[in-house]
């Protein structure tokens, strides 16, 4: 079951080291319901992941990964059971669908680049956590370059001495009155009473040239920083532009945040991070599956199979960061397989996805779970959504049983694609409601079993209908 929304704030952060395998399921649990087997073993492939940064240098080296096949229909809980794994380990972690690569030699994506966006989400992950240690230096440099805007300093005066070697009363008077004007601006400026008036602040010219480079490589073999080639070009011009101080104070606190950032740590870090903790999910593994036949559209499927094998096993990626080794980055594969087996993948990459997990189509029973159990669940999520209008939302045990039985039906009855049926049924169950919830701002409605039997029934009753709709 996909579940997208966030958890709370107040949700107890728990360190990694301390989270054993039965604690890494029942986080688990919170989101996603059932598939006990895919659970433990994500949880296990984690653990090991932890054990290995315990162990001597030269025996971590030698413990390598060991990938997840996870073989189930659509809707399970296949991808989101991978996301929340990432988010609970704080890994960088992309998702990616093997059938958008081609094989080398073909148009399209080569299988590389899975690495360097991998590596691209590493380094936006800490970037962000650096980002967290340098805001308050960051608002304090740019408060002080808005008061020197708003109040520019002023020469310092010259001391006047008598013949005797005295300061004449009176020389720092000016510089006095500078520092309490410069006290009180700062104070309005923290009360938001300057946040209308208009100044003029330097910000850098972010309109670059446009040119096309036209290569044989691709863009992605092509990771040249042309603004390190031509620095008089790019990015060094400065222009004035007029804007309100609250927006001026914005512009400059990302700019002073820029520049207590050292870059450079968070490339490293973040290269190191997603060699020892990356976590890349494999969807649609089944789609290159095919043997090849020689001719046709899918000419090039065990091609992109051979080049994700080196991927899997371990090799050296070149980025525009650096070379990135991907030995030790976990490969979570998902596919439905309803057409081909995972025996019709080639024997190498069969034998790089040691652990296989077949997870389970889903019950009536699961669906009001779903329904009803996860932190965000579907209930929870629609109930928040009309709050926001006025209205109040209430279902009945009944209509979440009615609710589900509708989903498992036409799962049944068309194509099954899991609790992601449950979003279908529930859009049309609440579309009235939906429309005119602006209108019914204060009012308590509650949702029954026939509510739902009465949005429903004329769709259920015709079946070409609801192929089409449901």
Known sequence: MAIYLPGTVDEEQVSLDELTPREIVAELDKHVVGQKDAKRAVAIALRNRMRRQKLTPELSEEVIPKNIIMIGPTGVGKTEIARRLAKLANSPFLKVEASKFTEVGYVGRDVESMIRDLVEIAIEMVREEKLEDVTDKAELNAEERLLDILLPPIAPPRTEASPAGFVLEGSTSTGDSQSRTREKLRQQLREGKLDERMVEIDVRERNFPSFEIISNQGVEEMDVNIKDMLPNIFGQRTKKRKMKVNEALEYLIQEEEQRLIDMDQVTRTAIDRVEDAGIIFLDEIDKIAGRESGHGPDVSREGVQRDI??????????????????????????????????????????????????????????????????????????????????????????????????????????????????????????????????????????????????????????????????
């Open 309 to 470: 094998l080196p991927i899997v096993e371990g090799t050296t990626v070149n980025t525009r960061y650096g070379m990135v080794r991907t030995d030790h980055i976990l490969f979570v594969a998902a596919g439905a397989f309803h057409v081909s087996k995972p025996s019709d993948l080639i024997p190498e990459l069969q034998g790089r996805f040691p652990i296989r997990v077949e997870l389970q189509s889903l019950t009536m029973a699961d669906f009001i779970r779903i329904l009803t159990e996860p932190k965000s669940s579907l209930v929870k999520q629609y109930t928040a959504l009309l709050e926001t209008e006025g209205v109040k939302l209430e279902f009945t045990p009944d209509s979440l049983e009615e609710i589900a039985r509708f989903a498992f039906r036409v799962n049944e009855g068309t194509e099954n694609i899991g609790a992601r049926r449950l979003h279908t049924i529930m859009e049309r169950v609440l579309d009235q409601i939906s429309f005119d919830a602006p209108d019914k701002k204060g009012e308590h409605v509650k949702i029954d079993a026939d509510y739902v039997r009465h949005m429903l029934a004329d769709i259920v009753k015709d079946q070409d209908l609801s192929r089409y709709i449901l």
